[in-house]
């Protein structure tokens, strides 16, 4: 299989690495947490969500404290998520964490597409007048395929950088709109929203038995393990646990500040009657509601690439795996770090036969072009064709958070952290018991997230 050789892409910077990691995360759930708090009780949701945000921060340090020594040992070819999971779990536990990757990124992209379904041609329409708009699957073939698809065919995370910025701009002027709309016009939107903002308020309600099916949202809000790899592995040779926390700490409390702000404006104006994309619950003649639902399909539209770079490595990473041998896997992992980060290989690579690889011609060359652009034309045109005939956004995130999610967030992290001292000699973070803890939390997020998203 012929490859190519080609000058190795910038590292992201810190600051460049926080904000791919807060637009890894935060995406759908800036409309989507309100109905959350909603469904779980306004008290209970708010538990919830630092509580979320807490173990995600604990886990996330956790996965690179671990994989770091590890790495620098010469145990690891390459700092990556799965070769984690098989030296501390075993083959099984490789597999899991590549079906809970793919899965959870795949569904967060469906999910992206009835987001932007949902949003911009109904924008646009209001916008323009135009005829054009009316045609809402024309008009989200065009967007995706003539902006999102060219951006989704880069091969580095690195080069999405400039668009994280924009996105969390963007949010920020979205929380001003919505601000406006709540000090203008409540309840001209209690009373004439047909009906589905009831303007019920329960602001000390300590829980509610739904808030076992509106979990997993909280989950998917927060959980963003699946990219944390190749953002790591962006850093080049800024790549170490220390710079990782400071990453780390920044994206969650960024990713949660202003979902929940936005939260917090949208339920003080719709109350228990809001809905899972908070926009639906808007008077779609509002031209400046329009004007935020337009901003806020841009900054999904920019998140989209990211979750479809994560399945693409996935699924390679399976290719290889189940159709080639042990060392073409290992070739395909570390040819992907070349493609993410490489300015410093040895910042990235320190084994001795990773070394020698890319002391080869594999240490010059990218994932195949046909391989590359072919899973990623794939996985772009299944993901959009779901989207398309998909309308149900609090279900979908739901049970993706709570299934795919809760794997790659809770369970895999804190099985890694309670094994990892018996196997390797290495102290997890916060302890042994800590670790377990996170485990049993995880399987018991999945079960009943998993049961109660369909009852």
Same mark, same amino acid.
């Given at each position: ?18 904000? !791919? ?50 790495? !620098? ?26 079906? *809970? ?121 927060? *959980? ?32 949660? @500040? ?84 490489? !300015? ?39 993901? @959009? ?6 309308? !149900? ?63």
């Amino acid at each position: 299989m012929s490859t190519k050789s080609v000058t190795p892409p910038v590292p992201s910077t810190i600051p460049g690495a926080i904000f !791919n990691m807060v637009n890894a995360i935060m995406g759908a759930g800036l409309v989507s947490l309100a109905y959350a708090w909603a469904q779980a009780g306004f008290m209970f949701g708010w538990f919830l969500f630092v509580f979320t945000a807490v173990v995600t921060a604990y886990t996330l340090e956790l996965l690179i404290n671990l994989a770091y020594p590890l790495f !620098n040992k010469n145990e690891l070819p390459v700092i990556a998520y799965e070769v984690l999971c098989e030296k501390i779990l075993g083959i099984w536990g490789r597999r899991v964490v590549l079906a *809970a990757q793919f899965l959870f990124a795949f569904g967060i992209s469906v999910g992206y597409v009835v987001i932007i379904h949902d949003e911009i041609p109904t924008a646009m329409k209001q916008l323009t007048k135009a005829g054009f708009f009316d045609h809402e699957i024309l008009v989200v073939l065009v967007v995706f395929v003539g902006i999102l698809l060219p951006i989704a065919m880069l091969r580095s995370v690195s080069a999405l950088a400039m668009g994280s910025y924009f996105s969390f701009a963007t949010s920020i002027v979205l929380i001003g709109i919505v601000s406006y709309e709540l000090a203008t016009d409540r309840e001209d939107l209690c009373e004439g929203s047909d009906g589905s903002g009831s303007c019920e308020y329960e602001y000390l309600s300590i829980g509610k038995s739904s808030a076992l099916s509106v979990y997993g949202i909280f989950v998917f809000t927060k *959980a963003c393990h699946h990219a944390q790899f190749q953002i790591y592995r962006s850093l080049g040779p800024k790549a170490t646990p220390d710079n990782w926390k400071i990453v780390v700490r920044w994206a969650i409390f960024l990713s949660s @500040l202003l979902p929940a702000l936005s939260s917090m404006i949208v339920y003080a104006t719709f109350g228990q009657g809001v809905d899972s994309d908070f926009f639906k619950n808007y008077w779609k003649s509002s031209n400046l509601i329009s004007i935020a639902r337009l901003m806020f399909g841009c900054v999904i539209g920019m998140a989209f690439p990211m979750q479809l770079f994560v399945c693409r490595e996935t699924l390679q990473i399976i290719i290889a795996s189940y159709l080639g041998k042990k060392e073409d896997e290992e070739k395909a992992l570390i040819i992907q770090a070349k493609d993410e980060a490489v !300015n410093d290989t040895a910042s990235l690579l320190t084994n001795e036969e990773a070394k020698e690889l890319l002391g080869s011609e594999h240490g010059r060359e990218q994932t195949p072009a046909l391989l590359h652009y072919g899973t990623t034309l794939f996985l772009f045109s299944v993901a @959009l064709g779901i989207g398309i005939s998909t309308d !149900n956004l609090g279900s979908v995130l739901s049970l993706v958070g709570g299934t795919a999610g809760s794997t790659i967030g809770f369970i895999l992290p804190g099985l890694i952290g309670y094994r990892c001292e018996q196997i390797c000699g290495i102290q997890p973070t916060g302890g042994r018991l800590l670790a377990g803890a996170t485990a049993v939390f995880g399987v018991m997020t999945f079960f009943v997230t998993s049961i109660f998203t369909f009852v």
